[in-house]
């Protein structure tokens, strides 16, 4: 065997099976459905705000997915290199909504099936899971939880507010109360009817009330 021979069958071979056409095809789906999944990530956001960059990362991992399995299919010392050379990659963003999880993997997996060729499989099951979030996403299950911080100034501002609190709550649980010598501060646990936070204008503005700040747990707040 010449150094021809070698170079010929590991690299030459290579190029030659490299097919310019499935490769368009592929990353053309690919950012098709990548495109999908960003404007059902925009649909089912639960928030006000949305990150640009995670959405544009979506439609990016697509692409390069596809890219990379479309590499390592066709040779397996190849894919056994790329394995070892994504060993060291750490994904250090942190992750905001357990929803983005979801679009994470979705977008891997639209590049693997890709990138293996099976594009049908890539876009039903694309359309399945996106009416699927959009159903669930648009069904709301429950009220919100949110958090309640009071000073009040005695005892009576106190027995007050928890009256407003058992008449225009859903629920609620005290969780803290802190007595000091400017007043007292309370916490409570409550899920509002209808989503209506105007009884927290009504606490407001009770004698012997400080302030009041609604809080929700995904970091929204109305005071």
């Known amino acids: 065997m010449t150094f021809n021979d070698i170079f010929k069958s590991s690299f030459l071979e290579n190029v030659s099976e490299f097919s310019i056409l499935d490769t368009v095809i592929g990353l053309a789906v690919a950012l098709v459905i990548g495109l999908f999944i960003f404007i059902i990530y925009k649909k ?19 692409l390069v997915t596809t890219l990379v399995i479309m590499a390592v299919t066709s040779n397996v010392v190849l ?20 929803v983005e999880i979801v679009f994470l993997f ?29 159903l669930f996403a648009n069904r709301k299950i429950h009220n919100n939880p949110y958090i309640l911080v009071m000073n009040c100034t005695d ?7 928890l009256d407003i ?41 009770l004698p012997g009330v400080g302030n009041a700040t609604l809080v929700s747990y995904n970091g929204e707040y109305l005071s």
């Open 44 to 62: 089912t956001l639960t928030g006000v705000m949305y990150s640009s960059g995670f959405a544009l990362t979506l439609v990016g991992l697509s």
């Open 79 to 98: 894919s056994l290199g790329m394995v070892g050379a994504l060993s060291i990659v750490r994904f250090r963003t942190a992750i905001k909504e357990p």
């Open 106 to 134: 979705w977008s891997l997996a639209v590049g693997i099936v890709i990138g293996a060729g099976m594009i049908p499989l890539a876009v039903i099951g694309s359309a399945i899971i996106g009416v699927i979030l959009l």
């Open 155 to 161: 005892e009576n501002a106190e027995k007050a507010v």
């Open 165 to 205: 609190l058992g008449k225009d709550a859903e629920h609620y649980i005290v969780k803290s109360k802190t007595i000091t010598t400017a007043g007292i501060e309370l916490t409570a646990e409550l899920r509002t009817k209808d989503a209506s936070t105007s009884f927290v204008n009504l606490i407001s503005r």
